[in-house]
T-cell receptor, first 108, second 113 residues
């Protein structure tokens, strides 16, 4: 099945810093989603982005489907951005396959 | 904005007991899913449901598990005889179409003692 790899596994940032999270996948996809898992365990939808670029406030994402990767950008990070960021993909008729996530800690 | 809801938020049960986890998907969605996340690990697919039947299931979804849509709004996951290793966060999700955005509920944290 499709493999999803996320990097880095852990990231510590000073408040106000910018960061880039990466998601590589091993096959063509027809769905790619980025999620933020907050400290209470909830999975918050950030982006549905099988290709192209989207922006939502301080967050933006780019998926280059032909090169099989997606990037999530966080600008001017805040402590509330802390948590785990997951990339998940659908390839063909598969269900959502999640990566292992990037654990982000933003310190004041 | 419509959202997926799940009840209960937490459940503690004894090994061997049956549990039913409940979900109310977004009303115009047609595809429903259950996922689980063991503490500290990634989210794993359990089962998808469309047109009142299971469309796909993973190896995890063995005979101990079942799903049902008992009425027009609820979607349930039943674990017949819980084991210690069933302790996890269980997420319900729904989507309009199979390849479109899946919206996740807040999860039910299940602890089997």
């Amino acid at each position: 099945g499709i493999q999803v790899e996320q990097s880095p596994p852990d990231l510590i940032l000073q408040e106000g810093a910018n960061s880039t999270l990466r998601c590589n996948f091993s096959d063509s996809v027809n769905n790619l989603q980025w999620f933020h898992q907050n400290p209470w365990g909830q999975l918050i939808n950030l982006f549905y982005i099988p290709s192209g670029t989207k922006q939502n406030g301080r967050l933006s994402a780019t998926t280059v489907a032909t090169e099989r990767y997606s990037l999530l950008y966080i600008s001017s990070s805040q402590t509330t951005d802390s948590g785990v960021y997951f990339c998940a993909v659908v390839s063909g008729n598969t269900p959502l396959v999640f990566g292992k996530g990037t654990r982000l800690s933003v310190i004041a | 904005e419509p959202e997926v809801t799940q009840t209960p938020s937490h459940q503690v049960t004894q090994m061997g007991q049956e549990v039913i986890l409940r979900c109310v998907p977004i009303s115009n969605h047609l595809y429903f899913y259950w996922y689980r996340q063991i503490l500290g690990q990634k989210v794993e697919f359990l089962v998808s449901f469309y047109n009142n039947e299971i469309s796909e299931k993973s190896e995890i979804f063995d005979d101990q598990f079942s799903v049902e849509r008992p009425d027009g709004s609820n979607f349930t996951l039943k674990i017949r005889s819980t084991k210690l290793e069933d302790s996890a966060m269980y997420f319900c999700a729904s989507s309009v179409q199979g390849v479109e955005t899946q919206y996740f509920g807040p999860g039910t944290r299940l602890l089997v003692l």
